[in-house]
């Protein structure tokens, strides 16, 4: 009996170690192909945030499946990921690496090799089978997928460099945006508009320039709020960067009575480091809201930057359009905006609830189908 215990000992240690340095070879068979549909998921994160990979629609997504914590070959793996997260943002690329071992250990695992990439614990290991990596030691065997902004498969890496894995991700993920078709519809045909009168939709959203979340419904519940002035904007266009003073200067005037300006951003052509950096220089304090897969831009309606939606405490759009009339400051004779704002803030009738936006398009995901 003993030397059977010793015998089943010395196989689990044996199956450990040659899964920590990749020798156990991934299932080519059942690992997921290029082409397929990735699996949809949720994962804690090493502080036990829950990360979804629909929220990352319009993203691509690097899946990074690897053994065991802290062990020689995932230490040299995750090391290069996070040697390059970064730069990968600065792709519009988000990376997680997933293995089965839970979020203490990874939060450990972070500490120790001063990790600054997402590492996720599949700790019911559904996430590895579902992918096809589950290995025979009951750990992820070491692949990685490459999912497009759509939500497939565009890359698997069966054979993983662990000490430059993360320069092979950069490198194929610039060739894979490279050659893909445009990820943006500029035309948007099929897109409901929603009209002054309508109901606002409610959404909460990440604000890129300050801390934690914003939800509508939760900042027109507050007392203080008389009106919200929804606004996407683009840092690459040029007709929104004009307007950027303007929106700086009205947000600044309304602050005290009442009137919250938030700022959406829902362009999938860049990552979020190019819009912290350009607003917390240009309009610091202004909460700017990414929309990853630009699901709030598609259920307002909002096509272009600028364009703004003026919201009553009741959650009912009270104006819709351009913030005024000209591009060029000299050539302004109507502000459209200030003025609904004044009348809304003395309870009147807005005369002009509407005024055609202009400027560039919301850069789209590529449209399924």
Request: with cysteine; proline share 5%.
């Amino acid at each position: 009996m003993a030397g059977n215990i010793a015998r089943k000992i010395g196989i689990g240690v044996l199956l450990a170690a040659l899964a920590a340095v990749g020798v156990i070879a991934a299932n080519q068979g059942s690992a997921l192909a290029e082409g397929s549909a990735a699996p949809g998921f949720s994962l804690p994160d090493q502080e036990g945030k829950i990360h979804r990979l629909s929220d990352y629609r319009g993203k691509w997504v690097a899946l990074a499946f690897y053994p065991v914590d802290k062990t020689p070959g995932c230490t040299l793996e995750n090391r290069s990921i996070s040697a390059v997260d970064a730069q990968l943002r600065e792709m519009n690329a988000k990376v997680f690496a997933i293995s089965v071992q839970d979020s203490a250990s990874k939060a450990s695992f972070c500490e120790a090799e001063g990790l600054t990439h997402t590492l996720l614990a599949d700790t019911e290991k559904e996430v590895s089978r579902a992918y096809g990596v589950l290995g025979p030691a009951g750990v992820s065997n070491r692949v990685t997928f490459i999912v497009d902004p759509s939500g497939k498969i565009a890359k698997r890496f069966d054979s993983v460099n662990v000490r430059s894995h993360g320069e092979d991700l950069v490198a194929a993920i610039r060739d894979l945006q490279a050659n893909a078709a445009p990820v943006y519809r500029p035309r948007t045909e099929g897109i409901a508009e929603l009209k002054p009168g309508d109901k606002a939709p409610d959404f909460k959203l990440k604000n890129l320039t300050g801390e934690g979340e914003v939800s509508l419904s939760e900042t027109l519940k507050k007392s203080s709020t008389k009106a919200v002035a929804l606004v996407w904007v683009s840092h690459a266009c040029p007709v929104s960067r004009d307007y950027e003073k303007r929106i700086k200067d009205l947000a600044a005037a309304y602050k005290n009575k009442g009137v919250v300006f938030l700022a959406v951003d829902s362009n999938s052509t860049y990552g979020d480091e190019p819009i912290i950096q350009h607003f917390k220089k240009e309009i610091p304090g202004l909460p700017v809201l990414r929309d990853p897969g630009n699901r709030v831009a598609d259920a307002y309606g909002a096509k272009v930057t600028p364009e703004v939606f003026l919201i009553c405490p009741q959650g009912i759009i009270r104006y819709h359009g351009a913030i005024d009339d000209s591009q060029d400051t000299a050539g302004i004779k109507n502000h459209f905006l200030k003025s609904a704002l004044d009348e809304l803030l003395a309870g009147k009738k807005i005369s002009t609830p509407y005024h055609k936006p202009f400027g560039c398009t919301v850069k789209r995901v590529k449209a399924e189908g």
